[in-house]
């Protein structure tokens, strides 16, 4: 065995998505976060890409960013669409966290490899993202959706045209019991075929 496969397969069970209201104030230290986002660069890619590309958001930066996508989330619904609700969460969510990662794919001037690729090798990097941060027992939350994927928020993370932001990564220490997660067993997911 090269690796230890307990500790890697404790690793990849134990981590769980911990939202930001379930943080505490301890800051993330600067190291930390470099870990973190050096696993990242080493995500499959194909083609040798690396098509992903992170802003970092941290102190006054996570209030702007909070701003940003309130006031996005207000002037893309109707009056009658709106809940003060949820506009507080793009509000404040940033700011309860400690570091706050955009998580973007820089799609390549060329455009050999697809686009679905270039997404997953994305995503690949996410895992990796999320694993370092369970490694340190810090909490991660992967949020998606439609002001994520707004052309303001392109514009906000100076992204190209055909380049994407797939959500932003929350990262910070959790002040709850660690989560138990549940998946279906084996049976229900493959199929064998000799
Ligand atoms: C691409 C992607 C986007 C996600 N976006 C959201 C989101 O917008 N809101 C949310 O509550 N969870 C989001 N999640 C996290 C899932 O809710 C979470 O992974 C799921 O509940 C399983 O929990 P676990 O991560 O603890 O295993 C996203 C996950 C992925 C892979």
Known sequence: MKH????IKE????RRTIKPEDFKARKVLDDQIKEILNSARWAPTHGKTEP???V??????????GKFMAETYKNSVSKEDFFQKKYDKFLNRPSLSSVVIAICMKRQQIEKIPEIEEIAAVACSVQNIHLTATAYGLGGYWSSGQVAYSKEMKSY???GE???????FYIGYPDIDWPRGQRKTLEYKTEWRK
């Open 4 to 7: 230890s496969l307990s500790d």
């Open 11 to 14: 690793l990849i069970k134990d």
């Open 52 to 54: 992903w590309h992170f």
């Open 56 to 65: 970092v958001f941290q102190e006054e930066a996570l209030k702007d960013l």
């Open 157 to 159: 993370l100076n992204l």
């Open 162 to 168: 055909k380049d994407l932001c797939l959500g932003l």
